[in-house]
């Protein structure tokens, strides 16, 4: 079975995400941005998730984590949620 850990920024807004995006490019550090701008709860864990197999998550965040490139910041995704800033760190 499949198993990823990964890290996320969850914002209320596309801009804001996009914003925090730039920010990311720009050498800011992940964990910084999570503890003050998500509305997750991960947000205590700098947007740590830790590890979870497909279907643990929404299908549109798994295409993310298990399929995307590895130590790259991908979205704003959109989901029921809000946008997301998705990190996947490992597969295996």
Do not use: Q
Not at 18 to 45: M, P, V, W, Y
């Amino acid at each position: 079975m499949a198993r990823a850990g990964a890290r996320h920024i969850l914002v209320k807004t596309k801009e804001e995400a996009e914003l925090l995006k730039k920010k990311l490019a720009k050498g800011a550090d992940f964990a910084s941005l999570a503890k003050k701008h998500s509305i997750c709860n991960s947000a205590k864990k700098g947007g740590d998730l830790g590890e979870f197999s497909p279907g643990a998550m929404l299908k549109a965040f798994d295409n993310v984590v298990f399929k995307k490139a590895l130590l790259t910041v991908h979205g704003p995704l959109k989901t029921k949620f809000g946008f997301h800033l998705i990190e996947t760190i490992y597969r295996d």
